[in-house]
């Protein structure tokens, strides 16, 4: 879907939704379209700029929806740099809204626009190791943060979140769909696929989940989800928050870097920033290779998901490529 399409498709509902809030919307501008349709709006009596976002429909019920905020609220407490959520002007965090062209029924919501570059676009830009070095170690340090504040939070009554637990992730119902049915992949890679599927949901179903090891998770915690603003980050994109293990989440911020000539280095710098603020076994940070293979087997089901997103086909093929090898050397130590 172009931009024109998405533009005459959703921008008559984002208007219509927009009345609940307690702004004067002006200079609504589409921002992106992945899972949810994202816009920037201006309230014209300050010139404050927000995000509105319509969610997609059957990812996430109200109920979800609205946990998601509850999170995000009790992080900002706890001192973490997140979007600051906007009510209705009745006091609620959402309002349905109908999408005439297209019959779906979404939830649209409104946040305080966030300043800055993503830390992805950065990072591309620049040669200064010590500038990545020093950014993924001060990353390192925030997920630690968060992962201390989730492990001793108590949700609200009537919280709920998805579990990116053995059945979330690896299950034959997996949360981000199920990656061996890809229409790109051979008979003999799904079965590939799937036996390596089974051996990590075997791996998954025997670890703790323990508060201290597993516990609310940001789950897509990698650069292109973090703003910079000179020394501020500020985490963003909360729409795969749910319960799951901690390394998951360390995983996720590496693995995008691991076919770096400098992966090494980052992951260091990563756990230092971690470490230096919240203490983790070496038993626990030995299976974030299991974990790397686990986010990108999960992440071609995302793909197979979602074709109509339109993602560049040679980052799929990269993502599979390193996965099928993995996958068949993990086989290979098995025999």
């Known amino acids: 879907m172009d931009n024109e399409t998405v533009e005459r498709t959703f921008t008559p509902a984002a208007h219509a939704a927009l009345k609940a809030f307690p702004i004067d919307a002006q200079d609504l501008t589409l921002v992106s379209l992945s899972e949810n349709v994202t816009f920037r709006v201006t309230d014209g009596r300050d010139g404050r700029p927000y995000v509105f976002r319509l969610h997609r429909p059957g990812y996430h019920t109200l109920d979800e929806l609205v946990s998601e905020r509850a999170w995000i609220r009790a992080l900002a407490e706890a001192g973490i740099d997140v979007p600051d959520a906007v009510m209705t002007r009745d006091g609620q965090d959402y309002v349905p809204v109908t999408i005439p062209a297209t019959g779906e029924r979404r939830f649209a919501g409104l946040a305080s626009w966030t300043e800055g570059r993503l830390l992805s676009d950065v990072l591309a830009e620049t040669a200064d190791q010590t500038l990545v070095e020093e950014s993924f170690k001060q990353l390192g340090a925030i997920t630690a943060a968060m992962h201390m504040q989730a ?139 299991q974990f790397r293979l686990i986010r990108w087997m999960a992440t071609i089901g995302w793909f197979h998901q979602r074709p109509e997103l339109n993602r560049p086909s040679s980052v799929f093929e990269e993502r599979k490529a390193w996965v099928l090898e993995q996958c068949a050397a993990l086989q290979r130590s098995q025999l």
């Open 151 to 289: 492990s001793a939070w108590r949700p609200p009554s009537g919280f709920k979140r998805h579990a990116l637990d053995s059945d979330g992730l690896m299950g034959m119902a997996p949360h981000w769909g199920e990656f061996w049915e890809h229409r790109s992949l051979s008979a003999a890679e799904r079965r590939l696929l799937l036996d390596v599927r089974q051996h990590m949901h075997d791996l998954l179903s025997r670890l703790s989940q323990a508060s201290s090891a597993y516990s609310l998770i940001h789950a897509d915690m990698h650069p292109g989800n973090i703003v910079v603003d000179g020394d501020r980050l500020t985490v963003i994109d909360f729409d795969d928050a749910g319960y799951g293990w901690h390394q998951y989440d360390i995983a996720t911020a590496l693995t995008h870097w691991q076919t770096k000539p400098n992966a090494a280095e980052i992951e260091r710098a990563f756990l230092a920033g971690y470490r230096a603020t919240r203490p983790v076994p070496d038993e626990a940070l030995s299976l974030i290779p």
